[in-house]
């Protein structure tokens, strides 16, 4: 009986987070202030089409503008996804802020708030402080669409958008996010 109940919290451990997170209110005027301090997604880059990218997703940021997914970058590129009820999400969102801070151009850094209700995925990023762009899937269609399960996940995609690496799982120091942009998309911070 021991051996099964370890057994099932090991599992539970390597899933990561999972969410029957209830929908919540897509705005409220609490929400639409602390959007407005949101950084907007960037433009489509004029790169095109992405190669063998993530799906043919477009999705709203909570800073506003449009998030292409099937449009090549034009940079190495990160994409999270975190929600706000995640725990292992929110400590390693101060570790990719930290990096979108110190990679410059080098490496563009997006988040995607999944299976959140939007209002809590706004009210997170503010008191975080996340300043690098935010796009929103509430029903988490990115992730199914990759066939991913729980959260975090980290795509690490090329220039021409191509997917290189998936990180599941949290990572859970600065040390190990540089070492993932080196290996995965040949930029040394």
Known sequence: MRRAAL???????????????????????ETASATADLTPCPEASGAGRAADGAPDLALDCLGGGTLDLARAPGVPTLVNLWASWCAPCREELPLLQQ????????????????????????SFATDAGLTFPLAFDGDGELAAELGLRGLPHTLFLAADGSVVHVESGGISSEEELRGL?????GVQL
């Open 181 to 185: 942009v080196v290996e995965h998309l």
């Open 7 to 29: 057994a099932a919290g090991a599992l539970l451990a390597l899933a990561g987070c999972t969410s029957d997170a209830p929908d919540a209110p897509t705005s409220s005027p």
């Open 99 to 122: 990096l979108s801070e110190t990679a410059g151009d080098q490496v563009r850094v997006l988040g995607v708030d999944s299976q959140d209700g939007r209002s809590q995925g706004v």
